[in-house]
C-alpha cells in the first residue's frame, strides 16, 4: 500500500485554513477539545489532507470563540493590595504617566500611573509581581477592539504601589541582562539610545516620535524593535555551540537558546513567527528531514494560530508572514538575477506590501534602497549589542570604547532613515505598486545591457510619475489638534494637543518637511512633550508659545503680535493660553520673515517677544 504523502501545497492549505478558522472564531455546541482532537488524529492517520485541515479548522474557530469569549468587559472595581504580574515593561508617555500591561488573576489589563505610584512603577520590569491599589474600569470599544490581540479586556489607574516581588529564574536572569545592556548604552547619546534598545531587545520605550515617523516613511520601521532576522542572528552568534555534541544536545541547545530570546524579547509576533519556524527547522534537521522554507512557514503558522488564535488579528504577526512568505517564494526567482541582498530586500518588500497596501493605502517608494543601505548595518548592531552590551554595562568606564562601533552604525541606520524620509515622494498604491513590480521584473528578466538600461528607465519612470507629491492644501485640518497653512514655499503650522506622531507622519503625506513658523496655542509640560517632537521634525524658522510656556526654542507671544512668513500673515487675537491664531495670505506690505532670528520682523508686531 502506497504510503499518502503530505505535500507542501497541502500544509500550505493547512496553514490558511487555520487562519480562517481563527478569524471565523465560532463556537461548536460539543466539547472542541474532544470533536478537533479526534479528527486531527484521524487526519495524522490517514494522511488525508482533507480531513486534517477540517479538524484544523475546527480547532481554530473554536480555541479562537474561546478567546473572545475570555475578553469579557469586567465591572468597575476598587482594587487594593491585588498582585499583577507585568507582562510588558513599564513605558513613560508624554502626559508623564506610566503606562503597562499586566495579568490581573485570569484577565489582562492595562496598568496606568501617575506621580509615586508611576515612580514606583517605572523602574520594574516584565515578568515581575508588583502590589497595587486603583480603579478597574472597561475599555471603551474602539480600544477593546484595538487590543485584542493582546487579549486586554480592562483597565487600572493605578493610585498607589505597595510591594514589588522579582521575577522568575529565567525571568530574572533576562531582567538582569537587559539592565547590563541598558546601562552600557547609557554612553550612547540620548537620541540614540532607544533605536539601541530596540533592535537589540525589542526595547523600543522612550523612540522619539519623529524618529519612529522617519523609520516609517522610510520602509524601516522592522529596524525599531526586534524581529525574525534578530532570530537568525542570535542563533548565527549560538553557532560555536551549536555545533558540538550529539544531534540531541544541538536540538535541545537551539530550542533553549530560542526559548531564552523569547523571554528576553517579550515574545513579540514576528519573534513568534520566527521561533516556530526555526524550531521546526531544528526538529527537521534532527530527524534527518530538512523542510523547505514555504513549508516552514506554513507549519509555523499553523502552530502559532493554533496556540494564539487572536494573532491573525495582529498587524505585527501579519507583516511578519507576508514578508517571510516574500523571501521564500520571490527570492529563489530573483537570486540568479540580482545580488543576494537586493533580491531579499525586493522579495521581503513585496510580500509586505500584500498588507501595507490594503492597511495604509501604500508603500513607500524609497523603501528599496533604504532597505539595501540600512538593513547591513543592522545586523552588525544586534550581534555586536548581544555580546558586548552586558559587556560594557559591566564596566561601565569602558563603555564608551566598546560601544564606539555602535555609534558609528546608528549613525548610519538613522542617518539613512532621515535622508530617505525626506524624498518627496508618495507612497505607492496599488496600481502604481503593481506597475513597479512589472517593471522591475523587466529589469530582472533583461539579459542584455540595452535591455536592463530600458527596463530601468521604465522602472524610474512609473516611480516619478505613479509616486508624484502629495500637494498640500492651505488652511486644512492635517490631524487631531493640527492645522496647516500654505502658500507656495511658505508654510505654517499651528497645533493644540497635536499628537506628535500622526501629525508627523501627515504631514510626510503631503510632502511637508519644513515649516516656516510653528504655533503652539497651549502651554504647560504636556504641550511642550508634545510641541518638541515637531520642533525637531520640522525644523520651523520661528516657534511662537503663549506665556508660561516650557517649550526652550519658542518665542513668547501675547495678543495682537503679528508675524509675516513670505506671502502668510500669522496673526495673534488672543494671547491666551491657548492663544487665538488667525493666518491669511499678505495683502500689504510687512516685514519678509524668512529667517527665526530676524529681530526686525519681530518688531513689526504690537507686543514683545522673549
Known amino acids: ?42 487526519g495524522i492517520a490517514s494522511r488525508r489532507p482533507v480531513i486534517l485541515c477540517g479538524g484544523a479548522v475546527v480547532t481554530a474557530s473554536a480555541l479562537a470563540a474561546a478567546s473572545w469569549a475570555g475578553l469579557d468587559t469586567p465591572r468597575p472595581l476598587v482594587l487594593a493590595g491585588e498582585w499583577v504580574t507585568l507582562i510588558t515593561d513599564p513605558a513613560p508617555f508624554a502626559s508623564g504617566s506610566i503606562g503597562a500591561e499586566a495579568r490581573l488573576g485570569r484577565r489582562h489589563v492595562q496598568l496606568w500611573a501617575r506621580g509615586e505610584a508611576a515612580s514606583a512603577l517605572s523602574s520594574r520590569l516584565a515578568g515581575e509581581r508588583v502590589e497595587i491599589g486603583g480603579v478597574l474600569r472597561p475599555l471603551s470599544p474602539e480600544t477593546a477592539r484595538r487590543y485584542a490581540p493582546r487579549h486586554l479586556s480592562g483597565r487600572v489607574s493605578v493610585d498607589a504601589v505597595s510591594g514589588t516581588r ?10 538582569a541582562y537587559r539592565r547590563l545592556v541598558t546601562r ?28 519612529s515617523e522617519a523609520f ?21 552568534l549560538a553557532v560555536p555551540l551549536l555545533r558540538r555534541g550529539r544531534l540531541r544536545w544541538r536540538l535541545v541547545t537551539t530550542l533553549a537558546v530560542l526559548g531564552a530570546f523569547g523571554v528576553l524579547t517579550r515574545w513579540e509576533p514576528s519573534v513568534m513567527r520566527a521561533e516556530a519556524m526555526a524550531a521546526v527547522a531544528a526538529a527537521g534537521a534532527f530527524a534527518g528531514r530538512p523542510v523547505r522554507a514555504v513549508r516552514l512557514l506554513a507549519l509555523a503558522v499553523t502552530a502559532c494560530v493554533l496556540v494564539d488564535p487572536l494573532l491573525v488579528h495582529s498587524l505585527g504577526f501579519r507583516l511578519s508572514v507576508a514578508a517571510c512568505a516574500g523571501l521564500a517564494v520571490v527570492t529563489p526567482w530573483l537570486r540568479p538575477r540580482l545580488p543576494l541582498l537586493l533580491a531579499a530586500s ?28 540600512a538593513v547591513p548595518a543592522a545586523g552588525p548592531i544586534m550581534m ?35 535622508v530617505a524620509a525626506r524624498v518627496p515622494l ?28 530600458v527596463g530601468a528607465a521604465a522602472l524610474l519612470a512609473i516611480v516619478f510619475v505613479c509616486a508624484r507629491p502629495a500637494s498640500p492644501a492651505s488652511g486644512v485640518a492635517v490631524a487631531r489638534g493640527a492645522r496647516l497653512w500654505v502658500d507656495g514655499p511658505d508654510r505654517v503650522l499651528v497645533v493644540r494637543g497635536a499628537p506628535p506622531g500622526p501629525t508627523i507622519a501627515a504631514l510626510r503625506d503631503r510632502n511637508v518637511h519644513h515649516v516656516d513658523v510653528l504655533v503652539t496655542a497651549s502651554a504647560g509640560r504636556t504641550a511642550a512633550d508634545q510641541a518638541w517632537p515637531l ?76
Open 346 to 373: 525586493v522579495a521581503a518588500q513585496a510580500g509586505a506590501s500584500l498588507v501595507l497596501v490594503p492597511t495604509f493605502g501604500g508603500v513607500p517608494v524609497v523603501g528599496l534602497p533604504a532597505n539595501v543601505l
Open 1 to 42: 500500500m502506497t504510503r499518502r504523502v503530505l505535500l507542501d501545497r497541502h500544509i500550505v492549505a493547512l496553514a490558511v485554513v487555520a487562519v480562517l478558522g481563527a478569524l471565523w472564531a465560532h463556537p461548536f455546541p460539543v466539547p472542541w477539545r474532544i470533536a478537533a482532537a479526534g479528527v486531527v488524529l484521524m
Open 535 to 610: 520642533v525637531h521634525a520640522l525644523r520651523p524658522s520661528l516657534v511662537l508659545a503663549p506665556e508660561h510656556h516650557q517649550l526652550a526654542p519658542a518665542r513668547t507671544v501675547c495678543a495682537g503680535a503679528v508675524v509675516v512668513a513670505g506671502d502668510l500673515v500669522v496673526e495673534v487675537t488672543g494671547g491666551g493660553p491657548p492663544l487665538t491664531v488667525g493666518v491669511r495670505q499678505r495683502q500689504s506690505s510687512h516685514s519678509h520673515l524668512r529667517s527665526a532670528s530676524s529681530h526686525e520682523s519681530l518688531r513689526a508686531s504690537n507686543c514683545s517677544f522673549q
Open 426 to 453: 508618495a507612497p505607492l498604491g496599488a496600481l502604481a505598486g503593481a506597475a513597479f513590480a512589472a517593471a522591475l521584473l523587466v529589469v530582472a528578466r533583461a539579459a542584455g545591457t540595452r535591455s536592463r538600461a
Open 216 to 236: 516609517k516613511a522610510a520602509g524601516l520601521t522592522h529596524l525599531l524593535a526586534v524581529s525574525g532576522q534578530n532570530v537568525a542572528f542570535v542563533l548565527l
Open 384 to 418: 555586536w549589542g548581544l555580546v558586548v552590551g552586558p559587556v560594557a554595562g559591566a564596566l561601565p568606564g569602558a563603555a564608551p570604547l566598546l560601544h564606539l562601533p555602535t555609534r558609528v552604525a546608528l549613525a548610519w541606520v538613522a542617518g539613512v532613515a532621515e
Open 184 to 211: 552600557g548604552a547609557e554612553s550612547l547619546p540620548e537620541h540614540t539610545r532607544p533605536l539601541f534598545g530596540g533592535m537589540v531587545m525589542g526595547d523600543d520605550r522612550g523612540q522619539a516620535p519623529e524618529v
Open 166 to 175: 522579582r521575577a522568575g529564574a529565567l525571568g530574572r536572569v533576562a531582567n
